[in-house]
Structure formats: C-alpha cells, structure tokens
C-alpha cells in the first residue's frame, strides 16, 4: 500500500492490527512518487504556494446592501481572458459576474420538509447580528492535527464527548449551541438563502466551486468552538478515514447510546460490522465492497478528473442558478457516506438529508475526510498527472460566507483565505491510501461488447432519456485514434428532493453492475436530498476517458458503447444528451 505523510509534524504510531487485503486484491503496478517534503515552523504552509493569487490586496468590506455599491468586473473577467468567465458572460448576459456574496442573515427564509413539503419544526436562520467583522486568522503558535477517529485514544474520546456535551448544554439562541451550528448546513444548503441583490435567486453551496471552501469553513469553525467549551485550544476534530479499509466502518466512538455523540437517526442495518458502499451498489460480499470502494477512490481522486474543475466543481457566479455542477468527490465518496448512514425511507434524516445533516456529530467527522480529500488533492496527488490544481477566477477567491466564531462574533470569511489548511492551523493525521494505487486491471477482450454494439442504439436517437433503467448507446468519438478526451453529460434534470444516483460504464462487458472494480467504470453522479425553490435542478458532468481508453485499449475505435445504470428506484433523471469532446488544452 502506498503511504503519504500529509504532515510537516514529526509524529509516531502505535502498530495496528489492519484489515489487509492483499491476498484477495493483488496490489496492481501502478505506482507513484512524492518529494518535497518540508519540515518547517507550522506558521508556514507545507507546500509550494498553491493559494492562486492570496497575496493580492483583500477588497476592503463594508456593511452595506450587497445590491448596492458592488463592483461589476465583467470587464476585468474578459480582459484576464477567463475562459469560465467568459462562457458564463455569453451564455447568462443579464449576469453580473461578481462573486456570490454572504447572506443577509435577516432574510433568512424557511426551510421545507421534503417528506410532507410543509413547514419545518426548526427554523433554519440563525440570530441577526448588526455587526459583521472581516475575519483574520489569528496567529498559530501550534498546528493542530486531526486524528483518524478509528485510532483515538480513551483520553481523546472523553474530550471530544465533553466538548460535544457542553455544545449541546448552550441556550437555544447561541450561535454556538449545537441545533444553531446544524442549522447552517439546513440554511446554506436547503434553499433559506437567496443570492444577496438578485431576487428570489437560490443560494446554494453544494455541486459547485463553494461545495470544498464552504465545508472547510463551516468544520473550522465548530472545530475552534468546541475548543473553546474545553478550554482547548489545541482540540482538533476526529476524521472518518472511510478511504481506508480499516476505516470503512462506522467510528465506534459514535456508537454509544449515553454518549453526546450519538444519533439515533441512523441506518441500523449499517452499523458495525457493515462495511460502508462508496459505490452505492447494494453488493452484500464484503470483500468485493471493499474492492468497490478503492475503485471508486481511485477513479474519482485520480482517473476521472482533467482539471480543478473536475475535482472542485463548476463555476458559481452572483446572479446564476445554484448547482452548475458537482465535482467528483462531492458527487461521489461524499453523497455516499450521507445516504448509507441515513434513515430511508423517510427523507434520509439525519445524515442522508441536507437540512437534518448537520444534527448527526457523525456528519463533522465524515466532512474532515472530505476536506482531508482536498488537501490530498491540492498537495500530494501526483503532479504529472494534474499541473494546474488552483483554481484563480476572482470570483472563486473572493466568494465570501458568514459564520459565528468561538466567542458568538458573526465574521464575514473568503474563500481565498481558506486555500490551504496549514496556514489556518490544522494538518491531518498519516495515513496510507491504499486507493492511490487502485488502477484497475486492463480490460482488453472485445468479443462480447462486439456482439452488444449490433443492439445498441446510437446516442442521438434516443436523447433526452429519462433514466429509470439500465439503458446502453453508442457515442461517437470525435475521431478514431484520439486518445485524450472527455465524456459529457449535460442538461441533467433532478428532482432535487430525492436520493439520486446512476453509474457511467463504457464498453462493460461483464454487465454486472454489482461490480466496479473493472476498467469499463467511468465514473458516477448522485446527490444528496435537498430543497430549491423549484424542486428541480439542471447540472452537467464530464468525465476523462484517457486512463479509460488506455486501460481498454479502445483509443482506435470509432465509437464507444455507453451503459448507465441507475442506483435509484424510480423516476427523477432526465439527462438532455451525451457527447464525446477533446480534452482541453491544460491551460484553458
């Protein structure tokens, strides 16, 4: 297995008894390399510069009507030739090309019960405050290090239980008690919000750019309050490794009736020992599960992605609709680990539902390994595979959210100063990535997929689809030979208030969807329940063919045989089309 020291910190490890896999799953040949690691005051950032342009001049903030005295850098954008900015000018004209802005608190809507689509029993908004602050980062006199929650010690699981307990004891109108700090996942991501100046336009922060610096924000946060509750300032939140096999069940410490981190509204079938299904694919064989997962890691981490975007998610402008479109681990890793730990039926609440997510203490941890993924992402994944990882459109680094801090003080915070964890004080423990050497084997037979292509109809005479099926097409490359390009699926229309979720295969040959861990799985797409104002949501996905057409051996061929297969019951996806494009140049 391939081991990563994600930090600068000299630490040491106890020996542990790891669920090994290497008998059943043969470690596969592909193999990488990492340098440059540093070991310096923990003030300093363990890697090269990566903060896309953080040491420009901060714009100084005032409290002022957002609608009012904003900037419009529609020209900025094109004169910078901002490629995203530039499609987005053309394609919404009436859009102001500015950053999306932080709410106004004090028109703070009501959230929906997706189940009843009546009113909910909590109001999602939070206390009003009439001052805002800019927030600083204070000084860091020692760097914090977020232990894997499987390997805690008693000590550490008095203090958290402790910590979550006395969050738990604040009055209901703290900002800092524990229902206030759930609720502003419900607010953000459950359709409170509108964008500031813009109507009855949806903010939203997840299946964007914002899905990543939102969450990194909202831990830092809860993290430093419940450092405060203890007197701690060195507390550092657990992270639920579940990229791990020793970590693919449900942290123990989360399991006792009596303790203040238990959640009753979770899916009783998944407790321990229930390994947890990255791929949603409802396989009962442990092992193959397991292979399941590492796949899915491995395709969505590397394989499947040719930009930031990919990884991040798609621009999100002031004065455009909410969910342009998900990166892959957010529509991956992450909405898997919220629906397998929801209740369903019944909405999925706690975890598996946006407005309830944050009430399960599970649902902090399981973000640590999320935000764990994007440091990975940015620092340690190899760079001859993805040289440009920042994203430096000024409407990405200046978004701005709106949080209570550990002394109940509303902040206004930027995505910009939240673009490397070390500088904001906290590193993560080492652990390996069996995943990162997770290529799958080569799939070289065509016979079969020879016998299915005479059946398969073409893409174009049966788009749109609606997708309650498993449904096989042939798409089109954009000529034989090409070996470097992408798959899009675009116009996807979701019915925003249920479980979602369909897998992309090409040239399977097998046709057993239980089965990921196979060189014809491309990718997937699903998301979380939630609320718009629309019920409805259109988004769009790529996904890189390269590493597929290599592992394949396909790049000669004219085409490619496509089968989606849905992990859903029902109805609720309609995807507009499909297509094959190059891969962009790396510099677009």
Not at 396 to 417: C, G, I, M, P
Request: hydrophobic share 35%.
């Amino acid at each position: 297995m391939a081991s990563l020291y994600l930090s600068c910190v000299n630490t040491t490890f106890s020996d542990h008894q790891y669920f090994s896999l290497r008998r059943v799953f043969p470690k596969p040949s592909y193999s990488t390399t990492h340098a440059n690691h540093c070991t310096h005051s923990p003030q300093v950032s363990c890697s090269v510069a990566a903060n896309g342009g953080q040491n420009q001049k901060e714009p100084a903030f005032q409290n002022v009507e957002p609608s009012k005295g904003k900037v419009d850098r529609r020209n900025v954008l094109l004169g910078l030739g901002s490629l995203y900015g530039a499609a987005n000018l053309v394609a919404t004209p009436s859009s102001s090309a500015n950053p999306v802005q932080a709410p106004q608190l004090d028109k703070c809507g009501t959230a929906t019960d997706l189940i009843t689509h009546q009113k909910l029993d909590v109001n999602c908004c939070p206390p009003i405050s009439q001052s805002i602050v800019d927030y600083k980062i204070p000084p860091i006199f020692q760097m914090k290090i977020r232990p894997s929650a499987h390997r805690v010690s008693p000590e550490y699981i008095f203090k958290y239980n402790l910590a979550v307990d006395r969050m738990k004891r604040l009055p209901a109108d703290d900002p800092r008690s524990f229902m206030q700090q759930a609720n502003i996942h419900c607010a953000y991501c459950n359709g409170a919000y509108d964008q500031p100046g813009q109507g009855t336009l949806d903010l939203q922060v997840h299946n964007s750019w914002l899905f990543f610096p939102f969450h990194r924000w909202y831990l830092y946060f809860y993290e430093r309050i419940l450092g405060k509750l203890i007197n701690d300032p060195t507390f550092a939140l657990p992270f639920w490794n579940w990229d791990n096999p020793k970590g693919m069940t449900m942290p123990p410490i989360f399991l006792d009736p009596n303790s203040a981190l238990y959640d009753v509204k979770r899916n009783q079938k998944n407790l321990p020992p229930a390994v947890i299904d990255l791929g949603t694919t409802g396989n009962t064989d442990p092992l193959q599960v397991v292979a399941n997962n590492l796949t899915v890691m491995y395709t969505e981490m590397i394989r499947g992605n040719s930009n930031a975007y990919d990884f991040m998610g798609k621009p999100y402008r002031e004065g455009t609709p909410a969910e342009p479109g998900p990166g892959a681990p957010e529509r991956g890793s992450h909405t898997a680990v919220h629906v397998w730990v929801g209740v369903f039926p019944g909405g999925g609440e706690d975890m598996g539902n946006f407005y309830s997510a944050g009430r399960d203490p599970l649902f902090y941890c399981h973000h640590a390994n999320v935000d764990r993924m994007w440091t990975l992402w940015q620092y340690f994944l190899p760079s001859s595979k993805f040289p440009d990882k920042k994203i430096t459109d000024p409407d990405f680094l200046d978004a701005s959210f709106l949080f209570y801090d550990e002394n109940a003080q509303l902040v206004r915070v930027t995505v910009k100063d939240c673009l490397d964890n070390r500088k904001m004080g906290f590193d993560y423990e080492r652990i390996d990535l069996p995943w990162l050497d997770y290529r799958p084997p080569p799939q070289t037979s065509k016979a079969r997929i020879a016998r299915v292509t005479s059946t398969a109809p073409k893409a174009e005479t049966i788009f749109p689809l609606k997708l309650d099926n498993v449904v096989r097409f042939q798409v089109s490359k954009t000529e034989k030979g090409k070996a470097d390009e992408l798959l899009v699926l675009e116009n996807i229309t979701l019915d925003t208030s249920k479980f979602l979720k369909f897998d992309v295969f090409v040239n399977d040959e097998d046709d057993n969807p239980g089965e990921l861990d196979k060189a014809a799985y491309a990718g997937t797409y699903a998301q979380v329940p939630h609320k718009t104002k629309s019920s409805s949501a259109s988004t769009s996905i790529q996904l890189k063919l390269t590493d597929l057409y290599d592992d394949m051996d396909i790049a000669d061929d004219d085409f490619i045989v496509v089968t989606l297969v849905p992990r859903h019951q029902g109805p609720g996806v309609t995807i507009g089309g499909i297509k094959i494009i190059e891969n962009p140049p790396k510099s677009s």
